[in-house]
């Protein structure tokens, strides 16, 4: 069974910093995906980024330029630097683990509060 832990979030002002981690425990294999959503209050969840075990990322438009998305396969680890915070990034974050096996298993984390002052 695989667990995801995520770590790092907060509270933070207009224009500060956060780094967000997610911890993957269990059977990892590859290829897999991982990444982070998130979902603000009255809102649908929605992808923020992506990085795959092949080495591929993606993110969505309104982070381009701001946020880095990036993994440590060694410590099942992946992380997201979000710089440049704006309050519309207010949300909880959910991190995601999809394993491309014979079936496609997502797995997601529990998620991590972030909270952006203006």
């Known amino acids: 069974q695989v667990q995801l832990v995520e770590s790092g979030g907060g509270l933070v002002q207009d224009g500060g910093s956060l780094r967000l981690s997610c911890l993957a425990s269990g059977s990892i294999f590859r290829p897999n995906a991982m990444g982070w959503y998130r979902q603000a209050p009255g809102k649908q969840r929605e992808l923020v980024a992506t990085?795959?075990?092949?080495?591929?990322?993606n993110y969505v438009d309104s982070v381009k330029g701001r946020f880095t998305i990036s993994r440590d396969d060694a410590k099942n680890t992946v992380y997201l630097q979000m710089n440049s915070l704006k309050p519309e990034d207010t949300a909880v974050y959910y991190c995601n683990l999809v394993l491309f096996t014979k079936t496609i298993i997502t797995y997601w984390g529990q998620g991590t509060q972030v909270t952006v002052s203006s």
């Open positions: 990085t795959t075990s092949g080495g591929s990322t």
